[in-house]
């Protein structure tokens, strides 16, 4: 699922269709109640792609595998993505942000 910074989602929204219907992984359940989605952004675009499985459904944890052709640095002998170029780093979609995992080290929380 691809999100860009004029995007805006609604985590119990996406809970009814992707993971109510699909799931009961104690995992999915509890990344739902925390909000934080496993996600990848691109630094010069600003893309935001949600993890996914090859199904469709919304990954639960950091997974290469649906992330566009150009975002890949290197494949594995069967042709699955083993690493990411430089421009893109690893965090967690919440409400209508991107957190990167510093920001979840040095969270900045409403007063």
Request: charged share 20%; aromatic share 0%.
């Given at each position: 699922m691809?999100?860009?910074r004029a995007t805006s989602l609604n985590?119990?929204?996406l809970a009814k269709s992707h993971f109510t219907r699909h799931s009961t992984d104690a995992e999915v359940a509890l990344a739902l109640t925390a909000g934080f989605?496993?996600?990848f952004r691109h630094d010069e675009s600003g893309e935001v792609r949600l993890c996914q499985l090859?199904?469709?459904?919304i990954a639960c944890l950091h997974?290469?595998?649906s992330l566009p052709e150009a975002w890949v640095a290197e494949r594995?002998?069967?042709?699955r993505p083993v690493a990411?170029?430089?421009k893109v780093r690893a965090g967690y979609w919440r409400g209508s942000e991107f957190w990167t995992l510093s920001d979840l080290v040095h969270p900045h929380l409403d007063s």
């Open positions: 691809m999100l860009n985590t119990n929204a989605l496993p996600a090859a199904d469709g459904r997974l290469l595998d594995d002998h069967q042709g990411l170029i430089d």
